[in-house]
């Protein structure tokens, strides 16, 4: 009998634990899920692209339309609670499979549009980064966007993104959305979120998603730059 109830209860561990727990998103807190919009047109010095309140406004590329695709294929089976894009054109484009296929209409949030360039818009900052303007190798060392000639200040654009990013959050408190926006703008958040340098989180590929929880304590990163949908 000794043997018996020995070799029942072998390997059995009743005692009281506690178990590693996945992250949990807060009740107020809001997932933000920032998606960078697809590749654009490609910007030639003869042609500049057309500009929307100063900002350069390109289309997408075709490789753009079909990574927007690939952004909806990813998305769509998740539970969204809404879309948001910007007031410029790239981001309502990579948005709007996603839209078809989950049936919301996209909103805009113009805060959360990119990084005004100033002398360097209409496609000319492609150029320049490309071709190693000293200016443009200036600008990764000191980490400040205002380098270039009449370009938006570091503290004025972070201003306007934390802006953008509070309005949908105190929305969408306790839900999920889907945001469309652009690398430096993304990137900004990512670095305000962490405390980061201001550039630290530039390196985005198009239609990468990153994901962002925001909570009226604090601003939490949960992703960076996944793009595993593109592969």
Same mark, same amino acid.
């Given at each position: 009998?000794?043997?018996?109830?020995?070799?029942?209860?072998?390997?059995?561990?009743?005692?009281?634990?506690?178990?590693?727990?996945?992250?949990?998103?807060?009740?107020?807190?809001?997932?933000?899920?920032?998606?960078?919009?697809?590749?654009?047109?490609?910007?030639?010095?003869?042609?500049?692209?057309?500009?929307?309140?100063?900002?350069?406004?390109?289309?997408?590329?075709?490789?753009?339309?079909?990574?927007?695709?690939?952004?909806?294929?990813?998305?769509?089976?998740?539970?969204?609670?809404?879309?948001?894009?910007?007031?410029?054109?790239?981001?309502?484009?990579?948005?709007?499979?996603?839209?078809?296929?989950?049936?919301?209409?996209?909103?805009?949030?113009?805060?959360?549009?990119?990084?005004?360039?100033?002398?360097?818009?209409?496609?000319?900052?492609?150029?320049?980064?490309?071709?190693?303007?000293?200016? %443009?190798?200036?600008?990764?060392?000191?980490?400040?966007?205002?380098?270039?000639?009449?370009?938006?200040? =570091?503290?004025?654009?972070?201003?306007?993104?934390?802006?953008?990013?509070?309005?949908?959050?105190?929305?969408?408190?306790?839900?999920?959305?889907?945001?469309?926006?652009?690398?430096? %703008?993304?990137?900004?958040?990512?670095?305000?979120?962490?405390?980061?340098? %201001?550039?630290?989180?530039?390196?985005?590929? =198009? %239609?990468?998603?990153?994901?962002?929880?925001?909570?009226?304590?604090?601003?939490?990163?949960?992703?960076?730059?996944?793009?595993?949908?593109?592969?």
């Amino acid at each position: 009998m000794t043997d018996e109830h020995s070799s029942s209860t072998e390997g059995v561990d009743d005692r009281s634990g506690y178990r590693q727990i996945r992250f949990l998103r807060p009740r107020d807190a809001t997932e933000i899920v920032l998606v960078r919009h697809g590749e654009s047109a490609v910007a030639y010095p003869d042609e500049p692209f057309p500009l929307l309140e100063g900002h350069g406004d390109p289309p997408l590329a075709p490789e753009g339309r079909a990574q927007a695709e690939r952004v909806a294929d990813r998305l769509a089976g998740s539970e969204i609670a809404a879309i948001y894009v910007t007031n410029l054109r790239r981001t309502g484009e990579t948005a709007a499979p996603l839209a078809r296929l989950t049936g919301l209409v996209p909103r805009e949030e113009a805060d959360l549009r990119e990084v005004h360039l100033g002398e360097w818009e209409g496609g000319l900052y492609r150029q320049k980064v490309l071709e190693s303007d000293p200016l %443009a190798r200036k600008m990764f060392e000191t980490e400040r966007w205002d380098t270039v000639p009449g370009a938006e200040s =570091n503290e004025a654009f972070a201003a306007r993104l934390t802006r953008g990013v509070s309005r949908i959050a105190s929305e969408h408190r306790g839900e999920r959305v889907v945001v469309f926006s652009h690398g430096g %703008a993304i990137g900004m958040i990512l670095a305000l979120a962490t405390g980061a340098r %201001a550039f630290s989180f530039t390196a985005l590929d =198009n %239609a990468a998603i990153s994901t962002l929880v925001v909570s009226p304590e604090r601003w939490v990163v949960r992703s960076f730059n996944d793009a595993a949908h593109l592969e």
